[in-house]
């Protein structure tokens, strides 16, 4: 019985071995690597270089410009025609000249604060105007123009410097 399983076991190992050897070592023919042929690419090639000589002559101006100074991406402009020059009346030296006041610029009331005080409440306008805000009491100004005449719980009256007019700023 033991020669029986060792001659078993001698196959078994040497069909085992060849084909191990087999896969390890390749006796198949490979076959011939495809090279691409060049001269498909040199006709390409050419065809697109003669191409690029007629394009290139094609768009070489033949004649050259009659006025090299123009623009051509202006029109012609038409002879401008100019009106008389009408000169305006002047003024009667009877007439006096009236100067002209300054626009008024334009306030906003924004609120108005209390503070408890020892004869009652003491109020602060809250004024917005010219791209600023101010925070004025009685007697205070605001812009150079206007003086804090009064302040009630809604409303806010302002003295003009200039003429002494009364401007009235109520909340909204």
Do not use: C
């Amino acid at each position: 019985m033991n020669s029986k399983r060792t001659l078993t076991l001698v196959v078994i190992g040497a069909a085992l071995i060849a084909w191990l050897a087999g896969a390890a070592t390749s006796n198949r023919e490979l076959p011939p690597p495809t090279i691409a042929s060049r001269a498909a690419a040199d006709v390409k090639g050419a065809d697109l270089a003669k191409e690029i000589t007629r394009l290139h002559e094609r768009l070489r101006p033949e004649a050259l410009p009659r006025q090299p100074g123009r623009n051509l991406f202006t029109f012609h402009a038409a002879i401008q025609h100019r009106a008389p020059v009408v000169e305006p009346p002047k003024a009667a030296i009877s007439e006096p000249i009236v100067p002209l006041a300054p626009p008024l610029p334009p306030l906003k009331l924004d609120g108005v604060a209390e503070d408890a005080g020892p004869e009652g409440p003491v109020r602060t306008a809250i004024i917005s105007g010219d791209g600023q805000l101010f925070l004025a009491r009685e007697g205070e100004a605001v812009t150079a123009r206007y003086l804090v005449t009064r302040i009630a719980a809604d409303v806010v009256e302002l003295t003009d410097t200039i003429d002494g007019s009364t401007r009235r700023l109520a909340l909204k």
